[in-house]
């Protein structure tokens, strides 16, 4: 999204850049709005709880994304609101991930924190020159990259959550 956006919002569908970095920030706005509510929801259901609902919101939604495009739908107002959707739900994955992340590693948080960023820059850089590779001027490639980066999320949760049944089935305590 973030190497891809501005070509696709500008030149494919004709927004002005100002208009372009307001779509921007709205994305941003759901993205933020829902990291805040992280606290919140990991007290009350858990944080395997929470990241289990959300990385399947993301997945979800960014699967749907793909499928109404392939299928031959550009349209810019499905895709602004799918994208907004999904970024809600990435805005509950990536604290919760993070949280859970550095768990086990307090006695070295500094270095675990360092190399999450490092880690978080490096994919997102490759990410990025895979998008590039891909890129031919229309939304499809962009929203393949995410919903492959959704399912992949979607992947590494079921893996490293398992089922996550206790997660979701457990009470809040």
């Known amino acids: 999204y973030l190497s891809s956006s501005s ?36 007290d009350r259901f858990g944080l395997k709880r ?56 307090g006695e070295i948080a500094g270095t675990a924190s360092a190399l999450m960023g490092t880690l978080h820059f490096a994919i997102g850089a490759l990410a990025m020159g895979v998008a590039g590779i891909f890129f031919d001027g229309t939304p499809l490639p962009m929203v393949a990259g995410i919903t492959l980066c959704a399912a992949i999320s979607f992947t590494l949760a079921k893996l490293t959550l398992g089922r996550a049944r206790e997660a979701v089935e457990a009470p809040a305590e």
């Not at 990385?55 to 392939?70: D, K, N, P, R, S």
């Not at 799918?82 to 993070?98: A, E, K, M, Q, R």
């Open 7 to 42: 070509f696709i919002l500008i030149d494919h569908y004709g927004l002005s850049p100002s208009v372009y970095s307001v779509f921007f920030s709205i994305n941003a706005v759901a993205f933020i709005g829902m990291s805040q509510l992280t606290g919140m929801l990991a």
């Open 50 to 105: 929470v990241v289990w609902v959300a990385v399947t919101g993301y997945a979800t939604v960014m699967v749907a994304l793909f499928a109404i495009m392939a299928s031959g739908v550009d349209r810019l107002d499905v895709m602004a609101a799918l994208l907004f959707v999904g970024y809600g739900f990435l805005g509950l994955v990536i604290p919760t991930t993070s949280v859970l992340a550095m768990e086990e590693h």
